[in-house]
């Protein structure tokens, strides 16, 4: 047990290091997002997308993190702009999908992360979308805000129809929980491609409550995108129950159970945390905003 907590407390103090180092060149290229509309016309990742890719692999790397990650979207559906809607069960979502997702998107997501430092500053200042959802009102105009990007941009958004982490283990199609209402609403008003993504395994790895991650082995599937003249004639419900039903069906094929894995490689010295540290903040942060805030209605 002592072994282990210095273990991870090296990996630790490297991945503080290695984060500084890291966002610190992210700010300085922040600019560059300015020039994003020019690379979408010719339909080139600007700068500001292939550093997010590269940061979200090597904070996965330095976790310890394996991704499986498997994509039933061609080459031609990748090039329009979509709705990316992920199950949702652990702080390694966004880094999985920011590292394997073949379609550039915004993430929208709650404030506090938005006030991570450093990570969540440059979030928002490259224009991913926070959303306020202890205000039905702010809720509405964040998500209408995202609807404007797909339009206005042809940018793909990404966001969790579950709303937030669930606290038990992604084991099995049960513990997804009840689908907020916002995505749908926003992909009937688009009427953009939906993308489900089932992530299996990064909430056994590292889920709610816990401050630091494990290693071992995480699915990731991108299933076939849903067309527009699929749901467009549906009612919003029956929306929410189409992209579940898919992913519930996905799930039935995975492992039952993410093999956790317990390895000392040398080379894990900087594989070490990267997000371990602002994470410590931003759960003590989410924990007291969780306590204090009224999270208002299922919208």
Same mark, same amino acid.
């Given at each position: 047990?002592?072994?282990?907590?210095?273990?991870?407390?090296?990996?630790?103090?490297? /991945?503080?290091?290695?984060?500084? $180092?890291?966002?610190?060149? %992210?700010?300085?290229?922040?600019?560059?997002?300015?020039?994003?509309?020019?690379?979408?016309?010719?339909?080139?990742?600007?700068?500001?997308?292939?550093?997010?890719?590269?940061? %979200?692999?090597?904070?996965?790397?330095?976790?310890?993190?394996?991704?499986?990650?498997?994509?039933?979207? *061609?080459?031609?559906?990748?090039?329009?702009?979509?709705? $990316?809607?992920?199950?949702? /069960?652990?702080?390694?979502? !966004?880094?999985?999908?920011?590292?394997? %997702?073949?379609?550039?998107?915004?993430?929208?997501?709650?404030?506090?992360?938005?006030?991570?430092?450093?990570?969540?500053?440059? /979030?928002?200042? *490259?224009?991913?979308?926070?959303?306020?959802?202890?205000?039905?009102?702010?809720?509405?105009?964040?998500?209408?805000?995202?609807?404007?990007?797909?339009?206005?941009?042809?940018?793909?958004?990404?966001?969790? !129809?579950?709303?937030?982490?669930?606290?038990?283990?992604?084991?099995?199609?049960?513990?997804?929980?009840?689908?907020?209402?916002?995505?749908?609403? $926003?992909?009937?008003?688009?009427?953009?491609?939906?993308?489900? %993504?089932?992530?299996? /395994?990064?909430?056994?790895?590292?889920?709610?409550?816990?401050?630091?991650?494990?290693?071992?082995?995480?699915?990731?599937?991108?299933?076939?995108?849903?067309?527009?003249?699929?749901?467009?004639?549906? !009612?919003?419900?029956?929306?929410?129950?189409?992209?579940?039903?898919?992913?519930?069906?996905?799930?039935?094929?995975? !492992?039952?159970? *993410?093999?956790?894995?317990?390895?000392? $490689?040398?080379?894990?010295l900087f594989y070490g945390i990267f997000f371990s540290c602002i994470f410590l903040a931003y759960d003590w942060w989410n924990n007291w905003a969780l306590s204090t805030t009224y999270l208002g209605p299922s919208y």
């Amino acid at each position: 047990m002592v072994d282990s907590l210095a273990w991870r407390g090296v990996r630790l103090v490297v /991945g503080i290091i290695f984060s500084f $180092m890291w966002i610190s060149t %992210c700010v300085m290229l922040t600019f560059l997002h300015l020039l994003n509309p020019i690379f979408h016309k010719f339909m080139i990742h600007s700068p500001t997308e292939i550093i997010l890719v590269w940061w %979200c692999t090597s904070v996965l790397k330095f976790l310890g993190v394996d991704v499986v990650c498997e994509s039933e979207v *061609t080459h031609e559906e990748a090039k329009k702009t979509s709705i $990316m809607m992920y199950s949702h /069960g652990s702080n390694l979502d !966004p880094m999985i999908i920011g590292a394997t %997702c073949p379609v550039p998107l915004y993430y929208v997501a709650k404030i506090p992360l938005f006030r991570t430092p450093l990570i969540g500053w440059w /979030g928002f200042l *490259t224009g991913h979308i926070p959303i306020n959802r202890a205000k039905l009102s702010h809720a509405i105009m964040s998500l209408e805000e995202a609807g404007d990007k797909i339009v206005r941009d042809s940018k793909s958004v990404s966001i969790a !129809p579950e709303g937030t982490r669930r606290r038990s283990p992604s084991l099995g199609s049960e513990h997804l929980l009840p689908f907020k209402k916002g995505a749908f609403h $926003m992909a009937l008003k688009v009427k953009a491609p939906i993308i489900p %993504c089932v992530i299996h /395994g990064a909430n056994e790895l590292w889920g709610p409550g816990t401050k630091f991650s494990n290693y071992g082995t995480v699915y990731a599937r991108y299933l076939k995108p849903i067309q527009p003249e699929e749901y467009a004639h549906l !009612p919003l419900e029956e929306v929410q129950k189409l992209v579940r039903d898919r992913m519930i069906d996905t799930y039935k094929d995975l !492992p039952a159970r *993410t093999e956790i894995r317990k390895e000392r $490689m040398p080379g894990t010295l900087f594989y070490g945390i990267f997000f371990s540290c602002i994470f410590l903040a931003y759960d003590w942060w989410n924990n007291w905003a969780l306590s204090t805030t009224y999270l208002g209605p299922s919208y």
